[in-house]
């Protein structure tokens, strides 16, 4: 038995990980004046989250530290209970506990941690790490030669040549990237469909992020693994990921392809984070400054009435405050749960959709115009199907 994984026969548009309507509350410790007032107070860490992973792509989850995109892949990995919602692996509803039933469970969908320095036990050398995790998954072989092909073949999988030279070393004496490699080959070790990579380059040089980056695209291609992409970073989303979500305070506000959401961001937060990346080529000008937004994130023990971000919004109305909005549905497959969008004649497509580039920076809907057909004006339908 050896570790090299063979092509599945399923098309690269399966779902294999799907979360519908994920929910999670952490309690907060009871204070003197919540046993008096009776109060109970929870964080608001995910609220409605529903998300596809897909064999042979890479989805990224993006938004600022705080938004809830690390509990989102420690639900996904069955670290926490779920408050609601389901998940599904394979179209099959699972609730991993503990046991046999966690440990199948984990065999498809592994966990790749932020920080390389802390994932592995310092006491112990590569060669264990990687050991231990083909034994717990029954990935081991049969006697000392055919583990010792099945550790180098994981090592070479992770681009760790030649594997002699790495098996036998303890942590301190590998460099960041060279750590977080092992973690991935521990990872590939149970022979998962799934990667969940929460943040896997932040604590990297930048030197050597893209170097993790093309591995697991590599993986990607060759294994036609569901990668999920945790990142604040929307930049390398696009360069990485096939398709984008964003996420602020708990809740996914858009979501498309990757090239769509960063080059025609609908919803006001979306813009904002990528106008706050650094760019070169941005004019420095008022006009381009114009909107940037303020404050501070909402608490999430107690989360403003309707839109999340309204608070923070250049674009909010009155109905922002009130109502939380919904996802509608816009142009190529994108869609953005804001106001913006309601179904309006104005920035209608062809098939009554809104799109993105028909709402002015005011957050005015522009006039459709009309094809070289004449055809009339066409009746908008923002599909407002609640996230």
Known sequence: MTTEQTPRARTETDVVLEARAVTKHFPVRRTGRDLIARRHRTVHAVDDVSLELRRGTVTALVGESGSGKSTVARLLAQLYPLTAGEIHLGGTAVKAGRGRSFRTYVKQVQLIFQDPFASLNPVHTVRYH????????????????????????????????????????????????????????????????VLLADEPVSMLDVSIRLGVLNLLRDLKERLRLAILYITHDIASARYFADTTLVMYAGRIVEGGDSETVTQRPAHPYTQLLIASAPDPDRVADEAAQEET??????????????????????????????????????ADGQWAACWLYEGTAEGATADGTATAADVSADGTASAPTDTAGGAASRSATAKGAAK
């Not at 303020?294 to 674009?315: N, Q, V, Y």
């Open 130 to 193: 990687l050991t231990r995790a083909l034994r717990i998954h029954g990935r081991a072989g049969r006697g000392e030669a055919e583990l010792e092909k099945n550790l180098a073949a994981l090592l070479e999988r992770v681009q760790l040549t030649p594997p002699h030279q790495y098996l036998d070393k303890f942590p301190h004496e590998l460099s960041g990237g060279q750590r977080q490699r092992v973690a991935i080959a521990r990872a590939l070790g149970a022979d998962p469909q």
């Open 293 to 330: 937004g303020s404050g501070e994130p909402p608490s999430l023990i107690d989360p403003p009435a309707g839109c999340r971000f309204h608070p923070r919004c250049p674009k909010a109305m009155e109905r922002c405050r009130t109502e939380l909005p919904p996802r509608f549905d816009l």
